[in-house]
């Protein structure tokens, strides 16, 4: 195997995996059994007013997500997936992860309109 750039990224990849798989799982840790909402739909640092009503949500992402990458993992340790399918799954994941907590983020504080001065 020649290490070139291509290699160094797939690498990067994988290891990369471990952190964010135990960041997921920790938050679903957090919001489902501990009652921590503090991280539950952020919008510029900020919670929403009432965090528990989407803490179900943000619980279930995080949980999803993070079941999904530790597969992964496994799967590359076991060689149960080649990579073109492991890197899609992982890639697919934390896109899809990113996007579902925008969306829930957004979705917990609404827009509110403000009058126009003239």
């Known amino acids: 195997m020649v290490f070139d750039i291509t290699v160094a990224m ?27 909402y503090s991280e539950v739909a952020l919008k510029k640092g900020v919670a929403p007013d009432h965090p528990e009503k989407y803490a179900p949500y943000a619980a279930a992402i995080n949980l999803l997500a993070g079941v999904v990458i530790v597969s992964v993992i496994v799967g590359v340790l076991t060689a149960s997936f080649d990579y073109e399918t492991w890197s899609s799954m992982a890639g697919v994941t934390i896109w899809l992860k990113l996007i579902a907590d925008f969306i829930l983020s957004r979705h917990a504080h609404p827009f509110v309109a403000r009058n126009k001065v003239d």
């Open 10 to 36: 797939t690498w990067l990849l994988f290891i990369a995996l471990f952190p964010m798989a135990f960041i997921w799982l920790r938050r679903t840790w957090r919001i489902g059994v501990r009652r921590d």
